[in-house]
């Protein structure tokens, strides 16, 4: 088992930057690849990004890419998520998300292990 636990999330006004961060634990083994989706109020969980094990690949929803940068130190079994140039749409509860799987994409039915989430609000 894998346990993810998110920090970072909070209220900012449109235009800032936050930085998300995911501490893995238990078997972190397990958390080969590692992801990060959101859910905005009233909407399906969608993909946001995701990084391979060694963070040499990534993958981003077109809706953040140039904007968001996943990365991971496994030295501290730790994923992150910057996030710049905010826009209200970005608001949402932020999940990370881990797997044994080497290519899972951006789907969230290949991620085995999910965290409780962290809220993130942009005003405008």
């Known amino acids: 088992q894998v346990q993810l636990v998110e920090s970072g999330g909070g209220l900012v006004q449109a235009g800032g930057s936050l930085r998300l961060s995911c501490a893995a634990s238990?078997?972190?083994?397990?958390?080969?690849?590692m992801g990060w989706f959101r859910q905005a109020p009233g909407m399906e969980r969608e993909f946001v990004a995701t990084i391979n094990w060694s963070g040499t690949s990534t993958y981003y929803a077109d809706s953040v890419k140039g904007r968001f940068t996943i990365s991971r130190d496994n030295s501290k079994n730790t994923v992150y998520l910057q996030m710049n140039s905010l826009k209200p749409e970005d608001t949402a509860d932020y999940y990370c998300a881990a797997t044994e799987r080497l290519y899972p994409g951006s789907f969230e039915r290949l991620y085995d292990y999910w965290g409780q989430g962290t809220q993130v609000t942009v005003s405008s």
């Open positions: 238990g078997r972190t083994s397990s958390s080969k690849t």
